[in-house]
């Protein structure tokens, strides 16, 4: 299954934080293929590297940068040519949306799926789930 995985999973995923961690394991096993794009990308590299959003973490700095380019290998690089801004709550969110649409993704793994609610522009075919819905979906 084609996804996207929402920095916040990611970074869940890194704390240990079980249901995002068991979707990030899914992906590193290629259950699901994650997209990557420049700006989740950006976000990602950013957000890796603010040491103290990670001072509980299991991970130091390193083996956390070690997670990131595994996970990245089993991502599919995908360019965005068409900016659809779906206009969501959070403005950074809406290249999450773009993202899925130019990879062709069924679901958006975030743990704020209430931005994903009440959007200008919807698309039906790809949904946002928090990490523990898409698991259950998955059963």
């Not at 679901?107 to 075919?125: A, M, S, Y």
Request: include cysteine.
């Amino acid at each position: 299954m084609i996804i996207v995985v929402d920095t916040n999973v990611f970074v869940s995923a890194c704390l240990g934080q079980g249901a995002s961690l068991r979707v990030v394991s899914e992906c590193l096993k290629g259950t699901h293929t994650p997209l990557m794009g420049a700006a989740l990308f950006a976000e990602l590299e950013d957000v890796l590297a603010r040491a103290p959003l990670f001072r509980n973490s299991r991970l130091d700095a390193g083996e956390r940068s070690d997670l990131f380019d595994i996970f990245l290998t089993n991502c599919r690089w995908t360019k965005i040519y068409f900016a659809w801004r779906p206009n969501l709550k959070d403005e950074g969110d809406n290249h999450l949306v773009e993202l899925a649409i130019a990879g062709g993704a069924s679901h958006i793994v975030t743990n704020n799926v209430r931005d994903f609610q009440n959007p200008e522009l919807n698309f039906k075919h790809c949904v946002a789930l928090t990490p523990a819905q898409f698991l259950q979906e998955q059963t």
